[in-house]
Nanobody, 125 residues
Framework: VQLQASGGGLVQAGGSLRLSCAAP????????MAWFRQAPGKEREFVAR???????YYADSVKGRFTISRDNGKNTVYLQMSSLRPEDTAVYYC????????????????????WGQGTQVTVSS
């Protein structure tokens, strides 16, 4: 399964970006999809996950600023990022795993089988 992440770039603090994760040939509605990020010198961390029920889960650090959504018809998951801060600077990765990853495991990168190549987001102060 190939995941194609795009949409990163350089933005000033307070700005917005939208990341996309396309999964050609895969039905994202039947997988657990998520966004992670890895800042320089830090471990990769969970950012957000949409659920088929319509609910979403977010890391505390991005709640109220980021919105994750999916377009099942386009097999694409989006991450709308607003009010960006310098501490949001990282490489952002989309991930896909088996359907129904339980809540206690969704932040564990080992629960996901496939990863996109990453897209760099840099927020300047």
């Amino acid at each position: 399964v190939q995941l194609q992440a795009s949409g990163g770039g350089l933005v000033q603090a307070g700005g917005s970006l939208r990341l996309s994760c396309a999964a050609p040939g895969r039905t994202v509605s039947s997988a657990t999809m998520a966004w992670f990020r890895q800042a320089p010198g830090k471990e990769r961390e969970f950012v957000a996950r949409p659920r088929n029920s319509g609910s979403q889960y977010y890391a505390d650090s991005v709640k109220g600023r980021f919105t994750i959504s999916r377009d099942n018809g386009k097999n694409t998951v989006y991450l709308q990022m607003s009010s960006l801060r310098p501490e949001d600077t990282a490489v952002y990765y989309c991930a896909a795993g088996p359907p129904g990853i339980i809540l206690s495991q969704q932040r564990n990168e080992g629960a996901y089988d496939y990863w996109g190549q990453g897209t760099q987001v840099t927020v300047s102060s």
